[in-house]
T-cell receptor, first 115, second 112 residues
Framework: EPEVTQTPSHQVTQMGQEVILRCVPISNHLYFYWYRQILGQKVEFLVSFYNNEISEKSEIFDDQFSVERPDGSNFTLKIRSTKLEDSAMYFC?????????????FGPGTRLTVT | KQEVTQIPAALSVPEGENLVLNCSFTDSAIYNLQWFRQDPGKGLTSLLLIQSSQREQTSGRLNASLDKSSGRSTLYIAASQPGDSATYLCAVGSGGYNKLIFGAGTRLAVHP
């Protein structure tokens, strides 16, 4: 069964460093999302991406964040200068199309630890 | 702004009990609603998707209902087992590109 994959599973970085989190969505999916979950808190929407551009972003997704689909398979989230409060689990999700019958499929997550 | 609330926050039951987990949302203009399971430190496993035009979905021992007009969904777990112990998350598909808005979850412990 097709699945969303994410790498790395765990990333440790120092404050101020840039990190890139990678995702490979399901191959025929067209809509991509990033979410994050700070330890002990709710899963929060960060950004949605369609047709090679950001379709919606939350207030969390400031200028320190960017997303890219550099080729036909990868979808990346870049944090330019990490802060301690960026420590969280980051989930990538994808869906085939837009509509009520289409569920989002989630990857296993990347745990980002900023020291 | 869509808000999702889950009650109870935690539940501890003996094996075999039938359970009801509740989810409420403030804006009834949703596309769909997904229930997920999350084990500690792990990712999200999708359990059920209910479309906004549907009232109910079933998968094995799980049954989820949706009352969009009142902003409520219920996840019913029949004959609970220790392996059901996890956090259960409710998420509504909302907004222009169907982003998911999550509740804080119900942490379920089923003891033998």
């Amino acid at each position: 069964e097709p699945e969303v994959t994410q790498t790395p599973s765990h990333q440790v970085t120092q404050m101020g460093q840039e990190v890139i989190l990678r995702c490979v969505p399901i191959s025929n999916h067209l809509y991509f999302y990033w979410y994050r979950q700070i330890l002990g808190q709710k899963v929060e929407f960060l950004v949605s991406f369609y047709n090679n551009e950001i379709s919606e972003k939350s207030e969390i997704f400031d200028d320190q964040f960017s997303v890219e689909r550099p080729d036909g398979s990868n979808f990346t989230l870049k944090i330019r200068s990490t802060k301690l409060e960026d420590s969280a689990m980051y989930f990538c999700a994808s869906t085939e199309a837009f509509g009520q019958e289409h569920e989002q499929y989630f990857g296993p997550g990347t745990r980002l630890t900023v020291t | 702004k869509q808000e999702v609330t889950q009650i109870p926050a935690a539940l501890s039951v003996p094996e075999g009990e039938n359970l009801v987990l509740n989810c409420s949302f403030t804006d009834s203009a949703i596309y769909n609603l997904q229930w997920f399971r999350q084990d500690p430190g792990k990712g999200l496993t999708s359990l059920l998707l209910i479309q906004s035009s549907q009232r109910e979905q079933t998968s094995g021992r799980l049954n989820a209902s949706l009352d969009k007009s009142s902003g409520r969904s219920t996840l019913y777990i029949a004959a609970s087992q220790p392996g059901d112990s996890a956090t259960y998350l409710c998420a509504v598909g909302s907004g222009g590109y169907n982003k998911l808005i999550f509740g804080a979850g119900t942490r379920l412990a089923v003891h033998p």
